[in-house]
């Protein structure tokens, strides 16, 4: 069964700093993988997505994840954090076009000014 | 903005008593999935209609049931609720098809069950 893995339930990091959120996952086949922020009482919204080809993927608002099969990772990055960023952030993972979506437990980022 | 409404955006209700939620999906789109996201989780997965069929189910008991309608727009019925049923309800909907992936998520509504 597939399941996904992110760790640090919270993070901080100053404004200006680097953002790594981090993010496993387990499947016995080459799954499709997402990165979704969710901003407080509002809906997912997708950040990026891999799903073959190149292994570094760039979403919006400047991040971007790096597929590494041997590591069965997929961490998202952001150079420079801003105050915006603040907002829980879930990793997932999905077999097929046509499965169910699986979500980590999400990792809350907070940003100091 | 994706599209997706989802009505209403909160609800209180009494343990015991049923409760509909309902999704309009984003034009276009033929399929639909819910999930439940209890306070500080990730979002898990109910089920999902293809065309008006269920046709994917997570670890949900028989009394979480679901519609699809013609227009795309859909329903999740929860009977006999119970008090860890209070969470955010999302629908999501897609155009299933090959190297399609995105899911396009709906504010959520937040049910709180007393």
């Known amino acids: 069964a597939q399941s996904v893995t992110q760790l640090g339930s919270h993070v901080s990091v100053s404004e200006g700093a680097l953002v790594l959120l981090r993010c496993n996952y387990s499947?016995?086949?080459?799954?499709?993988l997402f990165w979704y922020v969710q901003y407080p009482n509002q809906g997912l919204q997708l950040l990026l997505k891999y799903t073959t080809g190149a292994t570094l993927v760039k979403g919006i608002n400047g991040f971007e994840a790096e597929f590494k099969k041997s590591e069965t990772s997929f961490h998202l990055t952001k150079p420079s954090a801003h105050m915006s960023d603040a907002a829980e952030y879930f990793c997932?993972?999905?077999?097929?076009?046509?499965?169910?979506?699986?979500f980590g437990p999400g990792t809350s980022l907070s940003v100091i000014p | 903005e994706t599209g997706v409404t989802q009505s209403p955006t909160h609800l209180i209700k009494t343990r015991g008593q049923q409760v509909t939620l309902r999704c309009s999906s984003q034009s276009g789109h033929n399929t639909v999935s819910w999930y439940q996201q209890a306070l500080g989780q990730g979002p898990q997965f109910i089920f999902q209609y293809y065309r008006e069929e269920e046709n994917g189910r997570g670890n949900f008991p028989p009394r979480f049931s679901g519609l699809q309608f013609p227009n795309y727009s859909s329903e999740l019925n929860v009977n006999a609720l119970e008090l860890d049923d209070s969470a955010l309800y999302l629908c999501?909907?897609?155009?299933?098809?090959?190297?399609?992936?995105?899911?396009?998520f709906g504010p959520g509504t937040r049910l709180t069950v007393t």
């Open positions: 499947s016995s086949v080459p799954p499709y």
């Open positions: 997932a993972v999905r077999k097929t076009s046509y499965d169910k979506v699986i």
């Open positions: 999501a909907s897609s155009f299933v098809g090959p190297n399609i992936y995105e899911q396009y």
